[in-house]
């Protein structure tokens, strides 16, 4: 089996020794087992033959077919075997990324979707309610959410069936079905949950909770959404497939990229307000591709409600946390017509919406120590025509 050797990256790339995110991989050779792999640069390296051959204590955590483990371990050993790894990087554990099979890299316990970006929730208030006010009264004091269907995330690279639901437009005298017309896709930034917690999780324990970030596509079939989301939000719109990327970035990657959010308009109540807080917000700089062609840049910097204040809200009446918990920012937009995180938003409400065949893929890095650049990893999809 060809191991490489990558301890020259090219210039400036996001996936070097200030980045280096968990996955899971098999190889050809090995199909059945699944292992923790540790991305740098354009390789895997296999982080329990490393963990193996140093004689380390973690590797029984990194031979394992999942990432709960580790992110069960809690932030001491999240650290220690970051630490650890940035010493094997220049060994020979390692396989091409082109030569590796990766898969969905934790086993998701629940998700929730939040609606975090002030722009597109003022943008879809205003197509969805045209009448009404774009925020609704409880927008800037709570970071509104729902529960999601974790049983249908999926790892970047898996094709999307375009889904089928009722459809009632206003004009229409009856709702008919049949598949989505409107298929649409939302640009957000997933949190995913390592330690759990019995107790509501203040502002400042965010870090001791949250193992890692990526990038997520939540699918939305608008035509769905409209019909069914009143009064208890969306449902079969959404829930037929969530797109995560196959790499889990440790959260203290992005120490150099904290910033401060946005003003905050609205007095907030204690438990959330972050005035006297570190910097909530991440300076991740999204692009969203379809076909290969840039569609837009959604800046996460521009995010109202933070991830620490999310996690916050979800536990803040006593439900618990458990390790493989994911939750999402919601799409984010920035102010500008080319910031907007959905077709929705970029077509204004009238398409064009996705076409059978089409492949969509999120990218995005954030500013690292010394100049570098933090990548996150892709997630792609590719919608194929509803059964
Ligand atoms: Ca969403």
Not at 111 to 127: C, K, L, P, Q
């Amino acid at each position: 089996m060809p191991q490489h050797s990558p301890r020259e990256l090219p210039e400036g790339d996001p996936f070097g020794a200030d980045t280096l995110p968990y996955g899971v991989f098999s190889t050809a050779g090995e199909p059945g087992r699944r292992r923790i792999g540790v991305r740098y640069g354009a390789h895997v390296l296999d982080a329990a033959a490393a963990a193996a051959a140093h004689g380390s204590a973690y590797a029984p955590l990194l031979d394992a077919p999942t990432l709960n483990p580790l992110m069960a371990a809690g932030r001491d050993v999240w650290r220690a075997v970051r630490a650890e790894i940035r010493g094997w990087l220049d060994g020979p554990h390692f396989h091409a990324l082109d030569d590796v099979t990766l898969h969905l890299p934790f086993e998701v316990a629940d998700y929730v979707d939040f609606y975090a970006s002030e722009h597109h929730a003022t943008n879809v208030g205003r197509i969805f309610r045209p009448d009404g006010d774009a925020l609704t009264p409880n927008w800037k004091h709570l970071p509104i959410g729902y529960h999601g269907r974790a049983g249908t995330v999926v790892v970047s690279g898996t094709d999307v069936v375009r889904p089928s639901g009722q459809r009632k437009a206003p004009a229409d005298a009856a709702p008919s079905f049949g598949p989505s017309l409107r298929l649409d896709i939302e640009a957000e930034i997933g949190f995913v949950v390592g330690t759990p917690a019995q107790a509501p999780v203040p502002l400042e324990d965010f870090r001791e909770h949250v193992f890692g970030v990526c990038l997520l596509n939540d699918w939305s079939a608008r035509d769905i959404q409209a019909w069914e989301y009143v009064p208890l939000g969306p449902f079969l719109g959404k829930s037929f497939a969530t797109s995560v990327s196959a790499w889990i970035t440790p959260l203290d990657a992005f120490d150099e990229a904290r910033t401060a959010p946005p003003e905050r308009t609205h007095p907030l109540l204690p438990y959330l307000d972050d005035a006297k807080a570190e910097p909530g917000g991440i300076d991740l700089r999204i692009e969203v591709r379809i076909n290969g062609e840039v569609v837009s840049r959604p800046p996460f910097s521009a995010m109202y409600w933070t991830a620490a204040q999310q996690l916050a809200h979800m536990t803040v009446n006593g439900a618990t946390l458990r390790t493989g918990d994911l939750y999402a920012s919601g799409t984010v937009s920035g102010p500008e017509p080319d910031q907007l995180g959905c077709l929705l938003e970029l077509t204004k409400g009238k398409g064009p919406w996705l076409a059978d065949g089409d492949e969509v893929t999120l990218t995005a890095w954030a500013p690292g120590p010394d100049g570098t650049r933090i990548g996150l990893g892709e997630v792609t999809g590719r919608i194929l025509p509803a059964r």
